[in-house]
């Protein structure tokens, strides 16, 4: 199963994360970071396909995705 890890006090509660999920698997937290923000969060694990989109869409880089048995190469042809 993908392992994301979203660092909390990185996000800035942007939600692009949250609309580029194609599992529809992140949401926003009721709690707040150290930035005063309400932060994403991954609410059903198991259904993480690890297609990385919320990692490439967050501007503030705060998500990681860590798949076993699979490379990805973006950007390159
Ligand atoms: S890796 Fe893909 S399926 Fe998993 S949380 Fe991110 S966008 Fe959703
Ligand atoms: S895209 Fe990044 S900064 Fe925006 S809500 Fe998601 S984790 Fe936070």
């Known amino acids: 199963m993908p392992r994301v890890v ?4 990185s996000c800035k509660g942007c939600e692009l ?14 709690e707040i970071n150290l930035k005063g923000y309400f932060y994403a969060k ?3 694990p198991p259904r993480c396909i690890g297609c990385r989109m ?3 869409t967050c501007p503030d880089v705060a998500i990681e995705i860590g798949v076993s ?3 990805y190469n973006f950007f390159e042809e």
């Open 69 to 71: 048995g699979a490379q």
């Open 54 to 56: 919320c990692a490439l």
């Open 6 to 9: 979203i660092k909390r006090d």
């Open 17 to 30: 994360c949250v609309a580029a999920c194609p599992q529809r698997i992140l949401a926003m937290s009721k």
């Open 42 to 44: 991954v609410v059903e």
